[in-house]
């Protein structure tokens, strides 16, 4: 078993930046992909970024390259989500996730956390 609790969560001004955090505990950290989802009111839960174990390859939602970037410290147990340039739509519940192979779909998630509030203002 895995458990993550996401943090860093809250408020922010449209143009501003926030970085989420998801502290792993369980099973071996450094053995998984990792990866943070999203889910807006009344919409699906949509992928937004995954690494691999060793933090050397990773991978974005189209429409958020250049704005957002993940990374992971396997010596903490802990994966990062700098978001910067926030916009109203990215306002969302974001997920952390991790899994055996890299998450670029909810069908390859393993372990969810339980969530954190992102809004934006406009």
């Known amino acids: 078993q895995v458990q993550l609790v996401e943090s860093g969560g809250g408020l922010v001004q449209t143009g501003g930046s926030l970085r989420l955090s998801c502290a792993a505990s369980?099973?071996?950290?450094?053995?998984?992909?990792m990866g943070w989802f999203r889910q807006a009111p009344g919409k699906e839960r949509e992928f937004v970024s995954t690494i691999n174990w060793s933090g050397t390859t990773t991978h974005y939602a189209d429409s958020l390259k250049g704005r957002f970037t993940i990374s992971r410290d396997n010596a903490k147990n802990t994966m990062y989500l700098q978001m910067n340039s926030l916009k109203p739509e990215d306002t969302a519940v974001y997920y952390c996730?991790?899994?055996?192979?890299?998450?670029?779909?909810?069908?390859?998630?393993?372990?969810w956390g339980q969530g954190t509030q992102v809004t934006v203002s406009s």
């Open positions: 996730a991790a899994g055996d192979n890299m998450l670029i779909s909810t069908t390859r998630v393993d372990y």
């Open positions: 369980g099973r071996t950290f450094g053995k998984f992909a």
